[in-house]
């Protein structure tokens, strides 16, 4: 409820950390449940997403939303250690790499490069993972807006 709406009205102001704990602490009450709850956790996935992949990971467990599957992707890639042996496996972990330490505009020029020269490699992975970004940052991003259009080429 009320609670909910100023965690929500946090992360517009820059103010990240007492978001974190305006969620922890809607999540906490008992009477958390239902999409107010839902949408809850999922702000707070995205929010703890670079800090903590494995607790976005945890937090959207049971979503099925499109927003949902795209933060658990991203969270999977932030995690994971092993890559398909292949050409592009260099680059591909180095993207991987650029993306856990938050640079999401260099990862997308690394896995967009990828997808242009090996759009089998980790079974479509680059691509997979483009746009999982894609959706968990929104259209309206700036990172998003600079990146689709050379995605789209890219498909074609």
Known sequence: GRR????????????LGSAVEDLEAALAAPDAS?????????LLARLSLFDDPERARD??????????LAVRAIAEALTREAFPEGASREPYEA?????????VDA???ALIAI?????AYDDDGARKLVVALFQ??????PVVKKHRPEFNRSLF
């Open 4 to 15: 909910l709406a100023s965690a929500r009205a946090h992360p517009e102001a820059g103010d």
């Open 34 to 42: 239902g999409p107010d709850a839902e949408a809850a956790r999922l």
């Open 59 to 68: 937090l959207t467990a049971a979503a099925v939303t499109t927003e949902a």
């Open 95 to 103: 993207a991987h790499r650029q993306l856990r330490q938050s640079g």
């Open 107 to 109: 990862a997308l020029d």
């Open 115 to 119: 997808l242009q020269h090996d759009r």
């Open 136 to 141: 968990a940052l929104g259209e309206d991003d």
